[in-house]
């Protein structure tokens, strides 16, 4: 039985990872912002939850990929503790003070002089009203590109049907699993902005990524070199023109 939390002690506060990476052929600031992944509460190995914090993805259909040893956003939940705290307690704080957390959010990124956010990195959006608070941030922002990644296509079709269009800076990453998804990207991708990541999926791709790699086992890697570095690749920033479609190893 799942009684024992094994992380405690959280509190609703905004955790920005920061770093220096080189997109677009050079060095940017970049924060990303990660909530907790999955659709429920989620366990160790040995049934303990991990937290009393259920996951973001609840509004989503993630039933081919939100599971142990598909998700890479679950795996590594259960496996890095400082990691998994900052997770807890971003999606606390969005819930219980979302005006704060965008606050948090947008004071963060003009401190630190950020150039690119990467929003939802691990979780989802989770219903159109933190859509909207996104939205406003990015207008806040609009020298900051930002890059969200998302299967809530709901809120997205909900945004569109009232005849509007992404801010310049905001690109949606759509996620495609198997055929899950894919009527949906189809539905949107003639919107500006709107680029889609495939796994394990038939639909038509431009470009792969080539971040993972399989060996002749049949084992997927990451690839670390500097080849494959998102500055020398640009796939997904739009770096490379006429790409929209995205395939990825599954991972």
């Known amino acids: 039985m799942k009684e024992t939390v094994y992380m405690k002690d959280c509190v609703a506060q905004f955790h920005p990872t920061l770093a220096n990476d080189k997109l677009g052929g050079k060095k940017q600031k970049i924060m990303a912002v990660s909530y907790v992944p999955g659709k429920d509460l989620i366990s160790l190995q040995n049934g303990t939850l991990v937290s009393d914090c259920i996951g973001t993805c609840k509004n989503v259909d993630c039933s081919q990929c939100g599971q142990r040893g598909v998700c890479y956003a679950i795996d590594s939940y259960t496996q890095y503790p400082a990691v998994t705290k900052n997770r807890v307690e971003n999606t606390m704080q969005l819930r219980e003070n979302i005006d704060q957390h965008f606050e948090d959010i947008y004071n963060t990124a003009v401190k630190n002089k950020v150039e690119i956010i990467r929003y939802t990195e691990s979780g989802e959006i989770e219903d159109y009203r933190?859509?909207?608070?996104?939205?406003?941030?990015?207008?806040?922002?609009?020298?900051v590109q930002v890059y969200v990644y998302t299967k809530n296509y709901a809120v997205l079709r909900e945004y569109f049907d009232k005849g509007l269009e992404l801010p310049d800076n905001l690109t949606i990453l759509v996620s495609v699993w198997g055929d899950q998804g894919v009527a949906e990207y189809n539905e949107f991708k003639n919107h500006k902005n709107i680029k889609c990541f495939a796994v394990k999926s038939s639909i038509p791709y431009d470009a792969v990524c080539p971040a993972y790699k399989k060996d002749e086992n049949g084992k997927v890697h990451r690839v670390h070199n500097d080849a494959v570095k998102c500055g020398n690749c640009g796939l997904c920033t739009g770096k490379v023109p006429g790409v929209k479609v995205i395939k990825c190893v599954e991972h």
Not at 130 to 143: A, G, I, Q, S, V
């Open 130 to 143: 933190h859509f909207e608070y996104l939205l406003k941030l990015t207008n806040r922002l609009p020298e």
